[in-house]
């Protein structure tokens, strides 16, 4: 997992000095690969989702029923399950760009759009536009899917664009998108799985259940063994792993204190006093230095500056490009 964590994190720099990166693909790659390692975090994908008013009148019959009176009758809630269509392949919401929709203003209790992204467990990306809303008729959300390509047929960068560029954050931006700055919040950003108990929590996910997955907890850890290990700093440089410091920072993916004590005690082996200082002082910089601009750099590796090229022919050999 370390070769393909590293190879995310160098892109992912890369990217944002505006350098041509040529391994778009088997970061793409790499990254779906550690979301197929761990089938925790695959679930039942719902197609449709409808419920009309009609079918709780009739459940009332006329009176009003307390919540443990309707938990009998149906079975806390599993023969009203039964009627939810599911896709047929499980997978893992990696990108949800579920939004309000536009017009219908106070016309609906609620509606909704957007696109999400799935990795199915056949290894297949599937796009879904889904649609919901809640009136006085009741409650609809579809998803219909619109694309769907197994990863590891994507084998351009163009490609890789094509089916990440749904992220935009403004569908008419046509700008490239930093697709390994979105890799790695698609991987650190994954939700816990969770049992339904209401039609609503299809589309929406109450505070109470909405939190990070041990899946993306552990990978948090990893781009931070990875960036703070010697072997990133003897195969980038030491700007390099600043910077890379820096850049998980400004994705608001903090170390864990641990890592912290465990560097500075690595890079302090030996050093005097002031040396440790001026070491913790640089650390912070890192850490707290956030700005876009930090990703102005010159890579220098082994204490000897190269250009560019020569960086791209370390990458092709450490990689196998």
């Known amino acids: 997992m370390e070769d393909k964590i590293e190879i995310i994190l160098v892109g992912a720099i890369l990217e944002f000095i505006d350098t041509k990166v040529e391994f778009i693909p088997k970061c793409l790659h790499s990254a779906m690969s550690i979301f197929m390692d761990d089938k925790s975090i695959f679930e039942k ?72 992204l799935y990795l199915l467990e056949d290894k297949t990306i599937m796009t879904v536009c889904p649609y ?6 009741g409650f609809s959300f579809v998803q219909e899917e619109v694309d769907k390509t197994k990863f590891k047929k994507i084998k ?14 403004d569908p008419n931006d046509r700008s490239k998108i930093k697709v390994n700055e979105q890799l790695i919040k698609m991987l650190t950003s994954i939700k816990k799985p969770f049992h339904r108990d209401y039609y609503l929590e299809y589309l929406l ?14 990978i948090r850890l990893k781009f931070w063994d990875v960036c703070l290990s010697k ?67 010159k890579p220098n590796i082994g204490g000897v500056g190269i250009n560019l090229n020569e960086l791209n022919k370390r990458i092709a050999k450490k990689f196998n490009l």
Do not use: C
Request: proline letters at 4%; aromatic letters at 10%.
């Open 231 to 297: 072997r990133f700093k003897k195969n980038w440089g030491k700007e390099m792993q600043e910077n890379a410091i820096s850049f998980l920072s400004y994705l608001k993916i903090p170390p864990s204190p641990i890592q912290i004590l465990e560097f500075i005690k690595r890079k302090s082996k030996g050093a005097k006093l002031d040396e440790i200082l001026e070491k913790i002082d640089n650390l912070q910089d890192n850490l707290t230095n956030q700005k876009e601009d930090i990703f102005e750099f």
């Open 156 to 169: 351009t960068a163009d490609e890789v664009q094509q089916h990440l560029g749904w992220t935009r954050e």
């Open 45 to 116: 994908i719902p197609e449709k989702v409808i419920k009309s008013s009609e079918d709780f009148e009739k459940l009332n019959k006329g009176r009003p029923m307390t919540g443990l009176g309707k938990d009998w009758l149906t079975n806390k809630g599993q023969e009203n399950d039964k009627e939810i269509e599911y896709f047929d392949k499980n997978g893992v919401l990696i990108y949800d760009g579920i939004h309000a929709s536009a017009f219908g203003r106070m016309n609906y209790f609620y509606r909704s759009k957007g696109i999400r």
């Open 205 to 218: 996910t109450p505070p109470d259940v909405d939190k990070i997955s041990d899946f993306s907890e552990n």
């Open 132 to 137: 919901s809303y809640i009136d006085h008729q």
